[in-house]
C-alpha cells in the first residue's frame, strides 16, 4: 500500500486538495475536483477495490506529514483534519439511510471520484456553518439532508391535511456526478461513453438543440440516477422517461434547469453494447446516446412551465419522434466517408437511421424488463407460499426497491399464518409490527405508493400536468392489499387470543391495531371510489367487538353457547369483517348453534352489514356451515343423523326469515316494475309480515324495503341492489344443490325431508322464469348511443359493460336455479316429475346411479343420456358478439352436469366412459353453419376430467414403482393428448391468430401503413377507447368519422372511405386490429416503452408481427397442456422422483 501511495504523490499533488479542504469555504472548486478524479483514477487502475477510502488514508498521512513539515497552510489543521474524519462515517451513514433504495448498489457504484467530492464539500461547508461535532451522528444527519436533493418526476398531492408538500426524506438522494462544466468528466465506466455523446451534441445543429430544449451553455453537470429500474413503477409510462430527465431541483436564478439526469440502467446497456461492439459501433452507440439524451431534454423542458399544463403527451410525442428522427438525419449527413456511407447502408437494412444500434438498445431493454418482472413475480410467489428465505434469495437480485420490500412484507404476513396453523403463535405476533415497519419504510424510500396520493390523486398516477395523462397507479392496489392484510392478520390474532382467554395479549394487540388504524386513516383511502377499501377504524372497531365477544365466550367455559348468548353480542357487530371473523374462528371450534345464529344476524342485517366485502363472504361461510353440517354421517347412529337433517332444514327456514327482500326478487322488480308478476311471486309475500321465531326463543324480524325511485339509467344506480340479491339467490341455490346431495344419499327419506325438497324445487322453478325474463328485458336495455370521442365511447363501453355483468349473473343464476331443480329431483328419485329438457330426465337417472356409487348402474344409465344429449350443442355467442341470454342458460346448464359427469366418472374407475363423454363434448361443439364461431369451454372439461383421473390414478399407485409410474401415466396421456389436440385445432386461442392468415396480414399492414397515422395514435389507442369502438361497431365509428369530419385534424381515411377503399373493408381490417391490441395492451404499452416505431401510428404493423409470432409460441404451448397436467398431479401427489422423470421425458420430446 504505501508502494502505492508513494506512487501516487508523483502523480497528483495531495497539496491542492488539503489546501482547498483546509483553506476554502466548502465552494465547489474545479482544480480540486480535477486533483481528486485523477488520484482516484490511479488509484483504481492500479487494482485498488476501495479507491475511496484509500484516498481519504492517503490525504491523512500526507496531511501529518505537512503539519509536522510546519508548512505554513497546515499550520492549524483542524478544518482538514475533521473533514476528512468524517468522511468515512458520513459513506457508511449514507450507505446505511439508503439500504432501502439503494441496496442493489455495491459501494464502488456509488463512491465515485465526483460524489467524493460533493461529499467533502457538504462537510466542509456543514463544519464551517454548524461547527464540526464532537458527536458525529446529528452533524452526520444534517449532511445527509444536504447531500440528498434529488427525486426526479415524482407528483406530490397537496392536501390540507398533509403536513408536508415534499417527498419523503429516503426519496431524496444524491445523483452520482458524470460531468462537470468547469472539471470535466469523472473517471467511470461511463466516462468515454458520456464524452463521446456530449461531442457528438455540441457539433450538431444548435436549431435541433434548441428544439430539444437543450442549452449545452447552460448545462452544468450531468449526474447518475443510480435507483434501481422499475418496469412496474407507473412513472415508466412517460414518454422517454427511462433515458432521463432536466433535474426539477437545480435551477438558477432565471428559471433554467442546469443538471441533467441520466438513469444509470440506460448507461449499462449501452456499456453492454459498446463492449460487445468495435470503434465504430462505439461511435453508433455514443450517437443513440446522444438521441436519447435530446429526448428526454424536449419531454422535461429546460424550465419550469415549457410545456403549457393542457398540452397532453399525446401531442407531444409526435413532436419529440420527428425532432429524434430529424436529429439521426442530420448526423449522418455531419459524418465523413466511409463513415457516412456505412450509416446509410444500415439505414436501409434497418429502415431507421442507426437502426441497428436503436435495436440493440430495444432488444437490451426488453431483456432486462422482462428479467425485472420474471423475478419479481418469482420473489412475490415464493412469498406468497411462506417461503420466506427463497423470497429474499430471490428478490436479492432485483435491482428496485419496491420488489425487494414487497416480497419481504408479503413473506412475513405469510409467514404469520403458517407460523399460527403450526401452533408458534408466540413468534406469530411479532409478525404485524415487522410488516408495518417495513410498510412505512416502503412509503418512505418510494418503493410503496405514497398514501397520500390515492386521496389526491383519485388512485391515478398523473403522467403529465394535462388532466387526461394519468394511468391508474398499480402500487396503491399493492399497498391497500398490505393494509387489508396487516388489519386481518391482527384481527385473527386477536380472535385466536381472545377465544384462548388470554386478556393481556389481546390489550397489546389492540393497542397495536388502534395505533396502525390511526396512522392508516389520515389518508382517507375509502374515500376513492375504484380502490380497494380498507378503513383502518372499522377493522380496529370490528377486532376489538369480536375479541371482547369471544373473551366473554371463553369465560363461559367453552361450552356450546346459545343463541341468547349471542344475541347480546351482535347487538355491536355491524361489520362484514367482524361477523366473517367471529364466524370462521367458531366454525373452526365446532361451535354450530353460535354460527347458525350469527349467520342468520348477519343476514337480517344485510342492508346496513353487506353480506360481501372483500374475502370476508357470507356466501362462503354459509357454505362451510352446511358442509360441516353434513359430512361424517357414517359416523352416527341414527338419531344423530335425524338431528342433523332437521337441523338442516331449519337452516333454510331461517335463511327464508332472515333474507328479508333478496329472498326473492323484488329488488329486481324494483328496477322493472311487473305488477302482475309481482302479485304472482310466491316469494314476494310469503314471509312481509311475519317474524320468525327460533326453538330457542330469538325473534327475527323481517320486512321488505320501499321500493328504489325510478331513474334515467336504472343499472347503473341500483346495480350493487341488484348484484347484491343475485349473488343471493345465486348462492342459495347451490346450498340446496348441496343439501340434496346429501338427503339422496339416505336410502329412505322421511317426510319432513321430502316436504322440504318438494317446497325448494317449487320455489328454483318458479324463479326460473322471471330470470329469463329479466335477463332478456336487461339485455334489450337501451344504453344511449355514443359519439366518436374517446370520453364518451368509453362511457358507453362502460355502461355496456355493467349491463353484461347484470345479464351474467342473472344467466349464472338461472343455470343454478335450474341445477338445484336438477338435484332435488335427483334426491326425491321416481316420486317426482321430469323437468322437461329429454336430456335432463335420462340425467337426473344418471345423477342418481353415480351418488349410490355403483359403476354397474352408472354404465347402463350412460348410454340413453348421451344419445339424448348428442342432440345439443355446447357452443354459444358471448353477449357483446349478438348471443342470447336463453341460449347462454342452455348451454352453460348443459355444461355444468358434464362437469358433474366428468368429475365422478373417474373417480369410480370408469376410464372409457370418461374419454367417450369428452369425445362427445368435442362433436357438440361443431358450429352450427352460419353462426360462426363460439365460445368453447373444452378446456375446462378436458382439465376437470384428466385432473380428477390422474388424482385417482396417483392415489392407488402408491405401491408402484417412479418409473412403472411414469410409463404408466405415459399410455394414459396418450388418447385425451391426441383428443385435446384434435379440438384445439377447431378453434382460436386469441384473435392474433386471425393475422396467421398471411393474406390478411398483407392487408392489415398495408391499411395501418397507408392510414394508420391519422388513427392510431395516444389518444385512440388506450384500453377504454378500443374496447368502445369494439363494442360499438367499427362500421358505426367509420360512419361517425365520415359524418363529422374534423376540418383542422382531417383523417384520411375518412377521406378515402367510398373511394380507395369501403368502408366494409376498413370495418373488417379494424375489428382485426383492434381485439389484437385490446387483447394483448400490456405488450402495447411495452411496445410504446421501448420501441421507437411506436410514436407512428403507421408503423403499429410492428407489433402486430410480434404478436404473430406470440400466437404460435402460445399455440405450441397450449398443446403441452396435458402433459404438464400430469406433472402437476405427480408433484400434488408427492412423488417427486416420478414428477422429474416425467419432466425429463417432456424435455427430451420438446
Not at 345479464?807 to 321416481?830: K, S
Not at 386471425?994 to 388506450?1022: C, K, S, W
Amino acid at each position: 500500500m504505501e508502494d502505492l501511495l508513494t506512487a501516487l504523490d508523483g502523480c497528483v499533488s495531495a497539496e491542492k486538495i488539503l489546501g482547498y479542504l483546509n483553506l476554502s469555504d466548502g465552494r465547489p472548486d474545479s482544480r480540486c475536483h480535477a486533483s481528486l478524479n485523477q488520484a482516484y483514477a490511479f488509484l483504481a487502475n492500479h487494482g485498488d477495490k476501495q479507491p475511496w477510502l484509500t484516498l481519504a488514508q492517503w490525504l491523512e498521512e500526507r496531511l501529518d506529514e505537512f503539519k509536522a513539515a510546519g508548512a505554513t497552510a497546515f499550520k492549524n489543521d483542524r478544518q482538514a483534519r475533521k473533514t476528512l474524519e468524517l468522511l468515512a462515517p458520513f459513506l457508511e451513514a449514507y450507505r446505511a439511510f439508503h439500504s432501502d433504495l439503494l441496496g442493489h448498489l455495491d459501494d464502488a457504484d456509488m463512491f465515485l471520484p465526483f460524489f467524493l467530492a460533493r461529499a467533502l464539500e457538504t462537510l466542509l461547508k456543514l463544519g464551517l456553518e454548524k461547527g464540526f461535532p464532537r458527536q458525529p451522528e446529528p452533524f452526520l444527519k444534517l449532511a445527509l439532508e444536504r447531500i440528498n436533493d434529488f427525486t426526479g418526476y415524482r407528483p406530490v398531492a397537496i392536501l390540507e391535511t398533509r403536513p408536508s408538500g415534499k417527498p419523503y426524506p429516503h426519496e431524496w438522494f444524491c445523483c452520482v456526478p458524470l460531468y462537470h462544466r468547469a472539471s470535466g468528466f469523472a473517471w467511470g465506466p461511463y466516462e468515454s461513453l458520456v464524452r463521446q455523446a456530449l461531442e457528438i451534441l455540441r457539433s450538431s445543429d444548435p436549431s435541433l438543440l434548441h428544439e430539444a430544449r437543450l442549452e449545452l451553455e447552460y448545462l452544468d453537470e450531468i449526474a447518475l440516477d443510480v435507483r434501481g429500474y422499475d418496469h412496474s413503477h407507473p412513472a415508466n409510462l412517460r414518454p422517454n422517461f427511462f433515458f432521463g430527465e432536466w433535474d426539477p431541483h437545480c435551477i438558477d436564478n432565471q428559471g433554467r434547469f442546469r443538471r441533467l439526469v441520466l438513469r444509470k440502467s440506460l448507461l449499462d446497456i449501452f456499456l453492454q453494447m459498446q463492449e460487445e461492439g468495435d470503434a465504430e459501433q462505439a461511435f453508433e452507440t455514443a450517437a443513440v446516446l446522444a438521441g436519447a439524451i435530446l429526448m428526454a431534454s424536449a419531454v422535461t423542458g429546460i424550465l419550469p412551465g415549457t410545456h403549457e399544463a393542457s398540452a397532453s403527451l399525446g401531442t407531444l410525442v409526435p413532436r419529440v419522434a420527428r425532432m429524434r428522427d430529424t436529429f439521426y438525419e442530420s448526423l449522418i449527413a455531419l459524418q465523413e466517408e466511409p463513415r457516412r456511407t456505412r450509416l446509410r447502408e444500415g439505414k436501409k437494412q434497418a429502415r431507421q437511421a442507426f437502426g441497428q444500434a436503436r435495436q440493440s438498445l430495444n432488444t437490451l431493454l426488453g431483456r432486462k424488463r422482462a428479467a425485472h418482472v420474471q423475478r419479481r413475480f418469482l420473489a412475490l410467489l415464493l412469498a406468497n407460499m411462506g417461503h420466506l428465505d427463497s423470497a429474499r434469495a430471490e428478490a436479492r437480485k432485483i435491482e428496485a426497491a419496491s420488489g425487494r420490500i414487497l416480497a419481504e412484507i408479503l413473506g412475513i404476513l405469510r409467514l404469520s399464518h403458517v407460523e399460527i396453523e403450526r401452533g408458534l403463535g408466540a413468534q406469530a405476533v411479532e409478525r404485524p409490527g415487522q410488516a408495518f415497519q417495513l410498510v412505512q419504510r416502503g412509503i418512505e424510500c418510494g418503493a410503496l405508493a405514497d398514501p397520500w396520493n390515492i386521496l389526491g390523486f383519485q388512485g391515478l398516477f398523473p403522467l403529465s400536468p394535462a388532466r387526461e395523462d394519468s394511468a391508474r397507479d398499480s402500487r396503491v392496489d399493492e399497498l391497500l392489499l398490505i393494509m387489508e392484510q396487516i388489519f386481518l392478520l391482527i384481527s385473527r390474532l386477536m380472535s385466536l387470543a381472545a377465544a384462548d382467554g388470554d386478556e393481556a395479549l389481546v390489550a397489546k394487540l389492540e393497542e397495536g391495531l388502534e395505533a396502525k388504524a390511526k396512522w392508516w386513516d389520515r389518508f382517507a383511502s375509502w374515500e376513492v371510489d375504484g380502490v380497494r377499501h380498507v378503513h383502518g377504524d372499522e377493522n380496529f372497531y370490528s377486532a376489538q367487538i369480536m375479541a371482547r365477544a369471544l373473551l366473554k365466550w371463553y369465560h363461559r367455559g367453552e361450552t356450546l353457547a346459545d343463541l341468547a348468548f349471542w344475541k347480546e353480542q351482535v347487538a355491536s357487530i355491524h361489520t362484514t369483517q367482524a361477523y366473517s371473523t367471529v364466524v370462521d374462528l367458531l366454525l373452526r371450534k365446532g361451535d354450530q348453534v353460535a354460527t347458525q345464529g350469527l349467520l342468520m344476524s348477519w343476514l337480517n342485517q344485510g342492508m346496513q352489514t353487506p353480506l360481501e366485502n372483500g374475502r370476508h363472504s357470507f356466501h362462503a361461510l354459509a357454505a362451510r356451515w352446511l358442509l360441516i353440517t353434513v359430512v361424517h354421517r357414517e359416523r352416527m347412529n341414527a338419531s344423530q343423523v335425524e338431528g342433523r337433517h332437521a337441523a338442516v332444514r331449519l337452516f333454510f327456514d331461517q335463511l327464508e326469515a332472515n333474507a328479508e327482500e333478496i329472498w326473492g326478487l323484488s329488488t329486481l322488480y324494483d328496477v322493472f316494475p311487473d305488477p302482475a308478476a309481482k302479485e304472482d311471486d310466491p316469494f314476494h309475500s310469503a314471509y312481509e309480515s311475519m317474524s320468525f321465531q327460533e326453538t330457542q326463543g330469538d325473534r327475527h324480524e323481517g320486512g321488505i324495503s320501499d321500493p328504489r325511485p325510478d331513474s334515467s339509467f336504472h343499472l347503473e344506480e341500483q346495480a350493487e341492489d341488484l348484484l347484491s340479491n343475485l349473488r343471493f339467490l345465486h348462492s342459495l341455490a347451490r346450498l340446496w344443490q348441496i343439501t340434496a346431495y346429501y338427503l339422496g344419499m339416505r336410502s329412505e327419506a322421511n317426510s319432513k325431508d321430502l316436504q322440504a325438497l318438494q317446497r325448494w324445487k317449487e320455489l328454483a322453478s318458479s324463479r326460473l322464469k322471471a330470470l329469463r325474463n329479466f335477463a332478456i328485458r336487461w339485455h334489450n336495455y337501451p344504453i344511449p348511443q355514443p359519439g366518436n370521442d374517446a370520453d364518451s365511447l368509453m362511457e358507453y363501453q362502460r355502461r355496456a359493460q355493467l349491463r353484461e355483468e347484470l345479464v351474467h349473473w342473472l344467466v349464472i343464476t338461472e343455470v343454478e336455479q335450474a341445477r338445484a331443480v336438477i338435484a332435488i329431483q335427483c334426491a326425491l328419485g321416481e316420486a317426482n316429475q321430469p323437468p322437461g329438457e329429454p336430456w335432463q330426465e335420462a340425467f337426473i337417472v344418471l345423477e342418481r346411479a353415480i351418488v349410490a356409487g355403483d359403476p354397474a348402474p352408472v354404465r347402463l344409465a350412460l348410454a340413453p343420456f348421451t344419445k339424448l344429449l348428442s342432440k345439443e350443442k355446447l357452443l354459444y355467442l358471448p353477449l357483446s358478439r349478438g348471443g342470447t341470454p336463453g341460449r347462454i342458460f342452455q348451454v352453460r346448464l348443459i355444461q355444468k352436469c358434464l362437469n358433474f359427469l366428468l368429475l365422478n366418472l373417474p373417480r369410480l374407475g370408469l376410464v372409457q366412459e370418461t374419454f367417450a363423454l369428452l369425445t362427445l363434448a368435442v362433436k357438440m361443439e361443431d358450429p352450427a353453419p352460419g353462426k360462426g364461431q363460439g365460445v368453447s369451454e373444452f378446456n375446462l372439461h378436458f382439465q376437470l376430467a384428466f385432473s380428477a383421473l390422474l388424482e385417482s390414478v396417483t392415489e392407488i399407485a402408491d405401491d408402484i414403482d417412479d418409473s412403472d409410474l411414469v410409463e404408466l401415466l405415459s399410455q394414459l396421456l396418450e388418447p385425451f393428448e391426441k383428443l385435446w389436440i384434435t379440438q384445439s385445432l377447431t378453434g382460436k386461442l386469441s384473435s392474433c391468430e386471425a393475422l396467421l392468415d398471411t393474406n390478411l396480414f398483407d392487408r392489415v399492414r398495408d391499411f395501418i401503413e397507408t392510414y394508420g397515422q391519422d388513427i392510431f395514435h395516444p389518444r385512440f389507442m388506450t384500453l377504454g377507447n378500443l374496447l368502445g369502438v369494439m363494442r360499438h361497431g367499427t362500421d358505426k365509428y367509420l360512419r361517425a368519422l365520415e359524418e363529422n369530419p374534423d376540418p383542422l385534424h382531417p383523417v384520411k381515411l375518412a377521406q378515402a372511405l367510398g373511394d380507395r377503399i369501403t368502408r366494409e373493408e376498413a370495418a373488417r381490417l379494424l375489428s382485426v386490429i383492434l381485439p389484437c391490441v385490446a387483447e394483448n395492451f400490456d405488450e402495447f404499452k411495452d411496445f410504446n416503452s421501448s420501441s421507437t416505431l411506436s410514436n407512428y401510428g403507421n408503423k403499429l404493423h410492428v407489433l402486430l408481427s410480434f404478436l404473430r409470432v406470440k400466437a404460435v409460441f402460445e399455440r405450441r404451448a397450449w398443446m403441452l397442456v396435458p402433459a404438464l397436467s400430469v406433472h402437476e398431479a405427480l408433484v400434488k401427489a408427492k412423488r417427486p422422483k416420478a414428477a422429474k422423470l416425467w419432466q425429463k421425458q417432456l424435455a427430451d420430446a420438446t
